[in-house]
């Protein structure tokens, strides 16, 4: 049987020189690592307990505590890494699925990080965003076959209406974070942000809660399998819907959160009673087949009077670019898609590993399948799993995406540490837990203020990229593969992302 | 300069895209009077400087009054091989009324020009030409001859038809536009629109093909710029059916046209809403129907918008319209005397051909000089 000792991951140090036993560690902790022992007077840890969410080493006053990760003992072996040998003895040991949260944090290729961006250079200014207007402004929605306008002595009318769209000051989205996932400080945070920057969060699929209500015009609901806490209001105070299909952390599996998470506030968010399990089934029970979205697709704008996009999330497969030309052809005023590195409250790690495929392949194929087919007017791309930068957004934008949707990001400016323990509901942070003593440590406000923050960093980045590529709106970005080139890529892998490999001019 | 680097067939061209700052100059006379080749020829040698020899070309529209209902078209041959495969495309789709090669004056500035003929062309029934099973209802000539053209081009191996328009035609190669202006003779041609293009290519390959005015059907663009929408716009015009074979911008501002103004419907007078779309800022600050237009344009053509430096001058049979990107990243100055009307790179070209212009002004970024056809001849 294995030792406990090797399961511990990370090393908790205390420096007793520097510790005054003020216990701050200890009140600070949710996975009771730090306890103060009164008759020695010093505080001890159990390094096995600890998960690497650094709290206690960012609050201590004396700088005494010090977490680094533990490197495992096992014998060198190249096949059986210490993460397998690890796994199966927590596996034989609950008999359970593997849980993990947040995305993947397996090395496979990020694309972005082999794609280069272009700048201009004497055949072609660039532009200094401080001296010219930069224009980033972006809309979502679908666009009709054509325009008709009546010229009228020298006046032009416009006869076609365009439908509904979202217009957002900047390319950016906060994705789907759910009330029950995370906490109402934590919604309120991204919720607050939104309307400040001008762009929108997403619900998630825990209904909307009534301290949220003020935010609906910077809101897009999610209509998700469960079915949590939609009905007409919710459909209809909302600035979007987006059906929610498959999420990339979990290609085709549901969520579940447990009974004991839901609270009288959760269960009267989502419309269920409390203490009780909130299911998602994996299918929507009503979703067979493509005919059967098309039909929910207009159900919904039937509800919300063809007032609001709708729109479809789906995660990145194998099959994305059909995928993503039938949701269009079912109706779909935006389609998004979250490649297999997205974030996730609770997900099984084998196949939060190991199912899906890198948004940045995903976008590509769409984007090229959309246009072959002469559809992709019909619809907005919005990609989402794991924009870690503005760099990122500007690569997916040139790659064909109208917007993307941040939400790891998002949490990592109110605090997020990414220790991947989220469905523990012991976040330290505030974030994703709902007890009340943690989820106070969460200030809307402040958190407000660092996520406009990013978003106002991350915008005037793409700025400066728009305009040292002589670009002055980002329309003229879009899909513009002209300015990326790969490197270390395969000839395959340049063919699906559309790009040349750098060196090669235009 | 060196002449090795200069290729003149069809199989020459680069499989790049080729950046290039330039000079354009365009005349019209609005009443429809025609005027010889002379004024455009002295105008655009004045901007000798801004050419580097390789490419020069005039497109003149007017010229051939006796077909003037008929396709004329002028085709570049590598040798009579590529001409006898185009001849006999031709003449499945077409009568042809008459052709001729295209008259030259030899000089040595020109080195090593490829065959060039001229047709004048009726087409016969399309339905029963056309390869694909097309609606009826929803098929026009021009349809053709742009399907046939971007084929013919793709496919004919050392052919290219470089104008397919009616009553008008382009002249262009690889050289000075002064010398290839002498070398076309168009000092013997009448017309009552001219405009003209010199090229400096930031790319050592130039062919006479590539050589600009571009045109398509009554289409002829002229064009200093290097667009940084290029992939973009290229992406756009390609999902509506337009292939385009020379990776030039020129090429894609050219099918942007077509697209818009003739399949789309565009009024020329709203053109630039789309090309280049007013600032969001200004666009806010309009008055309530004006904006909603705007905006819906800037949404629906956002594929359309040309972005980064260019100044365009675009001919066809009924007008001639310059543009200039919204932020006025290339030269580009008017003028008129009594019917003309004067667009130029540079106002020293203006001042050559008409010294003492009624008025000269500099075009805002984003805002059009249109000049129209009053009557014909």
Redesign the interface.
């Known amino acids: 049987m294995p030792l406990k000792l090797n399961q511990s991951e990370f090393v908790v140090e205390r420096d007793l020189n520097k510790c005054i036993s003020c216990e701050v560690c200890v009140r600070q902790c949710s996975n009771d690592v730090h306890e103060f022992d009164a008759d020695d007077k010093t505080v001890l840890s159990e390094c096995s307990k600890c998960i690497g969410c650094h709290r206690c080493e960012s609050l201590c006053p004396t700088e005494a505590i010090t977490i680094r990760k533990k490197e495992a003992e096992f014998k060198e072996n190249s096949n059986w890494q210490p993460a397998h040998i690890k796994n199966i003895y927590r596996q034989a040991d609950s008999g359970g699925v593997l849980l993990t949260g947040m995305g993947s944090d397996k090395p496979h290729t990020v694309y972005w990080d082999h794609i280069l961006f272009n700048a ?1 250079q ?4 660039s ?1 200094d965003p401080l001296r ?2 930069m ?1 980033i ?1 972006t ?1 979502i ?1 679908a ?2 076959e ?2 008709e ?1 009546e ?1 009228i002595g020298d ?4 006869k ?1 209406k ?1 439908g509904p ?1 979202l217009e957002l000051s900047t390319p950016i989205l906060i994705s789907a974070m759910s009330y029950g996932s995370i906490s109402l400080n934590a919604c309120k945070s991204l919720a607050s942000a939104a309307e400040a920057f001008g762009t929108f969060y997403n619900t998630g699929e825990g209904g909307m809660h009534k301290e949220l209500a003020r935010y609906a015009k910077n809101t897009i609901v999610q209509v998700a399998s469960g079915r949590f806490g939609v009905d007409r209001q919710y459909l209809r105070s909302a600035a979007a819907v987006e059906i929610k299909i498959g999420q990339g952390a979990k290609p085709g599996i549901g969520g579940h959160l447990p009974g004991e998470k839901v609270t009288a506030d959760i269960s009267g968010t989502r419309m269920i009673p409390q203490g009780s399990d909130a299911i998602s089934p994996a299918p929507h029970h009503d979703i067979y087949s493509i005919e059967d979205l098309a039909q929910l697709i207009f159900a919904i704008k039937e509800a919300t009077d063809y007032l609001k996009p709708v729109g479809v999330k789906v995660s990145a497969v194998h099959n994305i670019a059909p995928i993503a030309s039938g949701i269009v052809r079912a109706g779909a005023d935006f389609v998004s898609i979250d490649g297999f590195r997205g974030g996730t409250g609770a997900a099984p790690q084998a196949i939060r590993d190991n199912v899906g495929i890198p948004i940045e392949l995903a976008l590509a194929a769409v984007d090229t399948r959309l ?2 087919e ?1 559809i ?1 007017h019909k619809a907005a791309i919005i990609v989402a799993g794991s924009m870690r930068s503005s760099s990122d957004i500007i690569k997916a934008i ?1 790659l064909g995406a109208d917007a993307v949707y941040i939400a790891t990001a998002a949490l990592i400016a109110l605090g997020c540490h990414l220790c991947q323990k989220c469905y523990t509901g012991k976040c330290n942070w505030g974030i994703a837990t709902q007890d009340p003593y943690l989820t106070k440590r969460l200030n809307p406000s402040i958190g407000t203020r660092k996520l406009s923050g990013l978003l106002r960093a991350w915008s005037l980045e793409i700025k400066e990229m728009l305009g040292g ?5 980002i ?9 990326l080139r790969g490197i270390n890529l395969s000839e395959t892998e340049l063919s699906i992302l559309g790009i040349k490999h750098a060196g ?3 | 300069m060196s002449m090795a680097l200069i290729k003149n067939r069809k199989s020459d061209i680069p499989d ?6 330039c000079a354009v100059f365009g005349i019209l006379n609005e009443s429809g009077t025609c005027f010889d080749g002379r004024m455009i020829l002295e105008g655009i040698k004045m901007m000798h400087d801004r050419s580097n020899g390789l490419g020069g070309g005039f497109a003149a529209y007017g010229i051939y009054p006796q077909y003037k209902n008929d396709w004329a078209f002028h085709i570049l041959y590598d040798d009579d091989a590529a001409r006898s495969r185009m001849e006999d495309i031709l003449k499945k789709s077409f009568a042809i009324l008459y052709f001729e090669e295209i008259p030259t004056k030899r000089s040595a500035a020109i080195d090593n020009p490829p065959i060039i003929f001229r047709y004048f062309l009726k087409l016969k029934d399309i339905y029963s030409l056309y390869e694909r099973n097309v609606p009826v209802d929803s098929f026009s000539e021009e349809d053709f001859i742009v399907d046939f053209v971007l084929k013919m081009n793709a496919r004919v191996q050392g052919a290219y038809i470089i104008s397919s328009g009616k009553n008008m035609g382009i002249f262009k190669g690889v050289g000075f536009p002064e010398d290839i202006g002498n070398y076309f003779r168009i000092d013997e041609y009448k017309g009552y629109l001219w405009t003209s293009h010199g090229r400096f290519p ?2 050592s390959v130039g062919w006479w093909g590539g050589a600009h005015p571009f045109g398509l059907l009554n289409w002829s663009v002229v064009h200093n ?8 716009n ?2 756009y015009v ?3 059916g337009y292939e385009c074979s020379l ?1 030039t911008d020129t090429e894609a501002i050219t099918y942007l046209f077509d697209l818009l103004a003739r399949k ?1 419907n ?2 020329l ?2 053109m630039n809403m789309i090309l280049a ?1 007013p ?3 200004r666009i806010e600050r309009m008055p309530e ?1 004006d904006r ?2 705007a905006m ?5 053509y ?2 359309a ?5 260019f100044s365009i001058i675009v001919g066809h049979n009924d007008f001639m319209y310059a543009l200039n990107d ?2 006025k ?1 290339r030269p580009m100055v008017a003028a008129r005397k009594n019917e003309y009307l004067y667009v130029s790179s540079e106002e020293s070209a203006i001042i050559k051909v008409c010294p003492k212009p009624d008025i000269v002004w500099r075009p805002e970024g984003g805002i059009p000089v249109i000049g129209r056809i009053r009557k014909k001849d």
């Open positions: 201009a004497v055949t072609n200014p532009i010219e207007p224009e402004k809309f929605g666009k009709p054509s325009l306008i010229k006046e032009f009318k416009l076609t365009l769209h246009r072959e002469g992709r040139a590529a002589g670009i002055n709106a329309e003229s970005l879009r899909g513009n593969k002209e300015h090669q001019a235009w | 790049f895209r080729v950046s290039s700052g930031t790319n710029g290097e667009i940084s929408s290029y992939g973009r290229q992406r390609a999902s509506l990776s789309k565009i009024d007078e709203i779309a600032l969001w800022e129907d909603e237009l819906t344009l800037r949404i629906m956002g594929g918008l040309i972005n980064g430096p919204r932020i990243l």
